[in-house]
């Protein structure tokens, strides 16, 4: 472990000289004149005065060496369609894009909101607002009309792109009506909205707002859009994110600091080199999909496979089966994909010529060890466990082969990654806990290049979310719990806050009851993560009525229980659906009038309840028992 150690030692020690150096992975059309200014703690500046462009650095700067090699291989299973893009191709369908935003009057700093499914032109439409200087904020397709409309509100699009439909299990998800509500729903209306015609669903356009882009894009293929180059710290994008409160944050991401952190983290981290071909599972509405399915992979001169499809269709093999087809070198996904694989036939695991896949990475969620050691051993390929957050933007905790090869341990994400200066820290004193002491994975600041700047117009709620959590110590919470064992290795152990974590799916659980809470018969909910042998955690809601004698009339428990996951639905998607709401008469709470979320979540798991000293009323656990 010492070639780690040391690294890791100099990124924290000798941060400017370290990153001073990492940073000539990219182009900087002007040098920067400083690494780090962190004279406003927590905000971190990095290469300052430095001007650079992602997608300059994703698409032109490889054009010369690698036109005419793959950059974007698309695979649907959905649609039965494969596409490779050479960086050429790319590069001409980017400017296509960028062009058409152009004309329609983005320019530097507008935002852009792009909601649609895994299409290459999701990908497109991201570089084309990065290559103009203007914000994107990709929402995920599997949100609905009411996470979309907060979006919306917040980001103030000058315009949307989406499409008629994505597709799942062969079927096609209509987008459109649902971006129609969102937008009839939010205070903010965008200028235009343009929209990739799949032929999947039939869709209404509103005159003098909607365009369809088959047209526009034929008129600007040819187009070549100048890059805007960009001071390093200026935003590049927003992607939301669910923290407690109802509103999801904004995190907003920089350009230079993102671009060296990606381009690094592709060769320590992903073992990557110019070339090599990675896949990333991940839907490209999630930061993983922003990180690792576009720019990472583009910024290091490797193709990238997007892929529009579930693991499990047209069979168990449809991964091996891309794999072996593109000569897949690394592969990303989600445990929660590898445990429903798991459920299938081993020998789909060996169907399939895997020579060039040095290595799987795994993140989103808790990576059980018998999934990890299983699938370890079934392809005889080491699997790595890595941990991070939408707010990091790539890893916080992993092993590195590309620093050095170093045994990983089924459980355990390993270790901090460069650039990290992490801490586990006792909540209560504020200090940093000993070996196997459980406490809050914590950053000491600044954070690395990369990570969030702030929070989307709210420099104030960044500082108070994240920076706010131990006595007497700015520092950066994660809000998970952690602990590092004797031999250095990290083991995370949960969140300390209300969000759960469904199928690798990030949730608040406060905006789901939100939405349970529209429901015109429901006083108050609890909604909580219950662990699941498949997903990890599933969403399980308790309501208590306005008028509880409702539930006396027959079959009004089922009808009230569906009309409540439709309207989760409707407004927060199918995602955040509870696998069961449940009707109780009260809710256990503190005499403060705080909901009793762990004792419900024990309960729910079958587990002893705990210190129930603060309960107002005993009954009403009980009642939570009764209703299970
Ligand atoms: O609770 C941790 C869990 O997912 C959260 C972050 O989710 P998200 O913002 O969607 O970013 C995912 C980026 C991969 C974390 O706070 N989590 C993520 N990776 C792991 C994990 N929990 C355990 N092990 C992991 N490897």
């Given at each position: 472990?010492?070639?780690?150690?040391?690294?890791?030692?100099?990124?924290?020690?000798?941060?400017?000289?370290?990153?001073?150096h990492e940073a000539q992975r990219i182009h900087w059309e002007t040098p920067f004149t400083q690494v780090l200014d962190y004279s406003r703690p927590p905000f971190a500046r990095w290469f300052v005065g430095g001007k650079t462009n992602l997608c300059y650095n994703a698409v032109d700067r490889w054009l010369d060496t690698q036109g005419d090699q793959p950059a974007l291989i698309w695979v649907s299973t959905e649609v039965d369609q494969e596409i490779v893009y050479t960086r050429a191709d790319l590069s001409r369908e980017v400017n296509a894009a960028a062009a058409t935003l152009q004309e329609l009057g983005v320019v530097q700093g507008d935002r852009v909101l792009i909601y649609l499914p895994m299409i290459p032109q999701a990908a497109f439409f991201m570089l084309a607002c990065a290559r103009l200087g203007a914000i994107h904020s990709v929402v995920f397709g599997g949100f609905a009309a009411h996470n979309l409309a907060q979006r919306i509100d917040d980001a103030q699009p000058r315009v949307i792109v989406s499409t008629d439909a994505g597709s799942r299990g062969g079927r096609p998800i209509a987008y459109k009506p649902l971006l129609?509500?969102?937008?009839?729903?939010?205070?903010?209306?965008?200028?235009?909205?343009?929209?990739?015609?799949?032929?999947?669903?039939?869709?209404?356009?509103?005159?003098?707002?909607?365009?369809?882009?088959?047209?526009?894009?034929?008129?600007?293929?040819?187009?070549?859009?100048?890059?805007?180059?960009?001071?390093?710290?200026?935003?590049?994008?927003?992607?939301?994110?669910?923290?407690?409160?109802?509103?999801?944050?904004?995190?907003?991401?920089?350009?230079g600091g993102y671009a060296v952190a990606l381009c690094a983290s592709m060769e320590y981290i992903y073992g990557g080199k110019p070339g090599d071909v990675y896949f990333s599972s991940s839907d490209v509405g999630w930061v993983v999909g922003h990180s690792y399915v576009v720019y990472g992979p583009l910024l290091n001169g490797q193709a990238t496979v997007m892929y529009e499809g579930t693991p499990v269709r047209p069979d168990?093999?449809?991964?091996?089966?891309?794999?072996?087809?593109?000569?897949?070198?690394?592969?990303?996904?989600?445990?929660?994909?590898?445990?429903?694989?798991?459920?299938?036939?081993?020998?789909?695991?060996?169907?399939?010529?895997?020579?060039?896949?040095?290595?799987?990475?795994?993140?989103?969620?808790?990576?059980?060890?018998l999934t990890g050691q299983w699938l370890s051993e079934a392809l005889g390929k080491p699997v790595i466990d890595n941990y991070w957050q939408t707010e990091t933007g790539w890893p916080i905790l992993s092993a590195q082969p590309g620093v050095e090869e170093v045994p990983t341990r089924f459980g355990s994400p390993s270790f901090p990654v460069y650039g990290y200066d992490a801490r586990v820290i006792d909540e209560a004193t504020g200090q940093d806990c000993g070996p196997n002491q459980k406490g809050v994975v914590a950053i000491e600041p600044p954070l690395p290049p990369g990570a969030m700047s702030t929070i989307w117009g709210n420099d104030e709620r960044f500082v108070r979310t994240y920076f706010q959590s131990f006595p007497g110590r700015l520092c950066y919470s994660t809000s998970d719990w952690g602990l590092v064992d004797d031999d250095g290795y990290w083991y995370i152990l949960g969140r300390t806050d209300d969000v759960i974590n469904v199928a690798g799916h990030r949730l608040g659980t406060r905006e789901i009851e939100e939405s349970v809470n529209t429901h015109p018969a429901v006083a108050e909910s609890a909604v909580v993560g219950v662990a699941d042998q498949l997903k990890g955690q599933e969403a399980m809601a308790f309501a208590v009525l306005?008028?509880?004698?409702?539930?006396?009339?027959?079959?009004?428990?089922?009808?009230?229980?569906?009309?409540?996951?439709?309207?989760?639905?409707?407004?927060?998607?199918?995602?955040?659906?509870?696998?069961?709401?449940?009707?109780?008469?009260?809710?256990?709470?503190?005499r403060s009038g705080k909901?009793?979320?762990?004792?419900?979540?024990?309960?729910?798991?079958?587990?002893?309840?705990?210190?129930?000293?603060?309960?107002?009323?005993?009954?009403a656990l009980d009642q939570i028992r009764d209703a299970l």
């Open positions: 472990m010492q070639k780690v150690r040391e690294f890791h030692r100099q990124s924290i020690q000798d941060r400017e000289a370290f990153w001073a129609d509500q969102a937008i009839a729903q939010s205070s903010h209306a965008p200028e235009r909205v343009v929209l990739v015609n799949r032929g999947l669903a039939p869709m209404d356009l509103t005159a003098g707002r909607d365009l369809d882009y088959a047209p526009l894009r034929a008129r600007h293929l040819d187009a070549l859009v100048p890059v805007v180059w960009l001071e390093s710290n200026e935003p590049s994008y927003i992607l939301y994110t669910s923290g407690t409160t109802g509103n999801p944050k904004g995190v907003q991401r920089d350009v168990a093999a449809i991964l091996w089966r891309i794999i072996e087809t593109y000569r897949v070198n690394a592969l990303f996904s989600a445990p929660t994909a590898i445990r429903v694989l798991k459920k299938h036939d081993p020998a789909l695991l060996h169907r399939h010529d895997l020579s060039s896949l040095d290595r799987i990475y795994l993140a989103g969620e808790p990576l059980d060890e306005r008028n509880p004698a409702v539930l006396d009339e027959s079959g009004a428990r089922d009808r009230l229980e569906a009309e409540i996951k439709r309207v989760i639905e409707q407004r927060n998607g199918a995602v955040a659906r509870p696998a069961r709401i449940l009707f109780v008469n009260s809710l256990p709470k503190t909901v009793l979320r762990r004792a419900i979540v024990a309960l729910c798991e079958g587990r002893d309840p705990g210190d129930l000293t603060t309960i107002e009323d005993p009954g």
